[in-house]
């Protein structure tokens, strides 16, 4: 009898920004991540910029900015933009993020147990919260986590990753005592 393989179906696996559409822009061989139009249309407007002024290719960063008019270039996490987030953030939504900060990655299925809930119905709610909390502030919610979805024998698993970014501002911010 022939032992069948299981196959991880990696090239199936997608990552998928939550609250809104994502916008990507590819220059000098890079690939710009945009949260929304706004954001993008900024980036487009600092390019130009760079290219009449003959400083073409000033590192650009991929993730986790916000480029204003101006062409700065600054981060979407501060101390205060995380304590403002922090503090509209309700019960079940600080005790999911705190849970992910520690696990760094984790299933749809181990979230809802260690959250007390029933369904994915459920904790995509505990998420578009935290999302729209996110996104009311200026904060991109891929700046706070990442869903990668994959599918086994038709099956799909979400697996949720914490964002570099909001883990070393959480960290900063003393979010993690244990």
Known sequence: ???????????????????????????????????????????????????????????????????????????????????????VLRKTQEQALEFLLRKKRITDEEWRKALGLESNQQLAGVLSGISKKAVSLGIPARSIFLI?????SGEMTKTYVVALEFLAIASENNWLAE
């Open 1 to 87: 009898m022939a032992v069948k393989k299981s196959l991880t179906h990696a090239y199936k696996r997608e990552i998928l920004p939550l609250g809104s559409t994502m916008v990507k822009i590819t220059y000098q061989d890079e690939v710009i991540e945009c949260s929304n139009a706004d954001e993008a249309i900024k980036v487009l407007t600092l390019i130009e910029q760079q290219k009449r002024s003959g400083r073409i290719g000033a590192g650009l960063q991929k993730q986790g900015i916000n480029v204003n008019i101006d062409g700065l270039v600054e981060p979407v996490w501060t101390n205060q933009t995380f304590r403002e987030f922090a503090k």
């Open 148 to 152: 990668e979805n994959e599918s086994k």
